[in-house]
């Protein structure tokens, strides 16, 4: 197996190459043209209009339904000012946005209110609940009699259940009016009529998110058993020890692979895995020198050992070149902050506009065709 993964090694970064030189620059980056914006973001444009997979057949679907019963479909979303024209998913976005009204919205929080407090209730008349046990403590810092303890925790529970009447009381008064509100009712009517094809989109869309998830870990499981014979060679030893997914000490994140040497005291090495290639300049700032340095990464703790990281640690990147075609070839935080500006319902950004949102939070950044250009030959490993 050795062998196998070391000779394809110089196969996969021809194919990375090509990959990561089919896209377009998107004029964001350090040392990018800002000229090469616009043809940047047509591409991504021509991507979100092409229908394919699974959200597009369910689009489809819907839209079919919609249409066939365009009068009462339209009679209804004209409330949140949309039609059947526009897809599910902005459809749903639109409805989740609009507010019925301050009645609906006072008739939320009431009830809110009344199933925190609920439980709240349930916990106070159960003694090895957490809130009983927090309540106990305090009071046993000023009186430690027990009597006059459980008279004061009687005392909070019938002021919570006063507190509880006065609400359900407040929540029925509210309900009557509700069922009189002109723009609640059509709201009601919209949510009914909706729902099943809400259901659908999201049932899709929550289902690509899983399998994506899915095949990350399944990724990050590969990368920690199959590619050991080339971080040895990496790394110019064979004696070392690995563990995953170590957390920064005092600092948020986690490290995918940590090398240390064969007595655990000194780490030689780090290893970021990120299943999609776009994102290797990424996963090389996560953990790379650079990106410790920028971030005050400097310790983490293995088996209550604590380890510092020296600033010269190398840190390596493993990643694959993905079986099915890329259709956005760009890093994935690029494509988050993005959707910011081209899903916003509020208002329509120009070009020029969302450049200039962007162009601060990536200038000082190397892309991921300049990182792979500069250091993969260093710290990169294909699957």
Same mark, same amino acid.
């Given at each position: ?61 819907? @839209?079919?339904?919609?249409?066939? %019963?365009?009068?009462?479909?339209? +009679? ?10 526009? @897809? ?7 409805? #989740?946005?609009? @507010? ?28 090895? +609940? ?9 009071? +046993?810092?000023? !009186? ?8 004061? *925790? ?10 509880? !009447? ?18 609640? %009712? ?5 949510? !009914? ?13 929550? %289902?690509?998110?899983?399998?994506? !998830?899915? =095949? ?20 110019? #030893?064979? &004696? ?22 064969? +007595?655990?005291?000194?780490? *030689?090495?780090?290893? &970021? ?18 990106? =410790?340095?920028? #971030? ?12 510092? *990281? ?12 993905? &079986? ?60």
């Amino acid at each position: 197996m050795e062998k196998n993964l070391l000779s394809t090694q110089n196969d996969l970064f021809l194919k990375a190459e090509e990959t990561l030189l089919r896209f377009p620059k998107s004029g964001l980056y350090e040392g990018e043209n800002p000229s090469d914006w616009i043809p940047f973001l047509k591409s991504v444009y021509d991507v979100f209009k092409k229908e394919e997979g699974p959200r597009a057949e369910i689009q489809k679907e819907i @839209s079919k339904i919609m249409r066939e %019963q365009k009068e009462t479909f339209n +009679s209804y979303l004209k409330l949140i000012d949309s039609n059947i024209f526009e @897809s599910i998913a902005i459809i749903h976005q639109k409805f #989740t946005n609009f @507010s019925p009204g301050l009645l609906y919205s006072q008739y939320c929080k009431v009830q809110k209110g009344l199933i925190s407090l609920k439980s709240e209730i349930d916990d106070l008349q159960n003694k090895d +609940s957490w809130l009983f046990q927090q309540i106990v403590k305090g009071l +046993s810092g000023k !009186n430690t009699d027990v009597l006059l303890m459980e008279v004061k *925790i009687s005392d909070i529970l019938e002021k919570k259940k006063l507190k509880l !009447n006065s609400l359900q009381g407040l929540l029925d008064s509210l309900e009557p009016q509700l069922s009189s509100n002109k723009i609640y %009712q059509e709201w009601l009517q919209l949510s !009914n009529i909706m729902r099943p094809f809400f259901e659908k989109w999201l049932n899709i869309d929550s %289902q690509i998110g899983k399998d994506s !998830n899915k =095949r990350g870990l399944s990724f990050e499981e590969k990368c920690q058993i199959d590619l050991l014979p080339i971080l040895g060679q990496k790394l110019q #030893t064979k &004696e070392f020890l690995i563990y995953k997914n170590i957390a920064w000490l005092d600092l948020p994140g986690e490290i995918d692979i940590v090398i240390t040497n064969m +007595s655990n005291d000194s780490v *030689i090495g780090l290893a &970021e895995c990120k299943a999609r290639l776009f994102d290797i300049a990424y996963g090389y700032y996560q953990s790379g020198p650079e990106g =410790r340095i920028l #971030t005050g990464k400097k310790k983490i703790k293995i088996n209550d050992k604590i380890l510092q *990281i020296d600033e010269k640690t190398p840190c390596f990147v493993i990643s694959l070149i993905q &079986e099915n075609p890329y259709q956005l070839g760009f890093e994935s935080k690029l494509k988050v902050s993005l959707n910011k500006y081209l899903l916003d319902l509020e208002r329509v950004w120009t070009s020029e506009e969302i450049y200039q949102e962007l162009k601060p939070k990536f200038q000082k950044k190397i892309s991921p065709l300049d990182w792979f250009y500069k250091y993969s030959k260093d710290y990169l490993i294909l699957l």
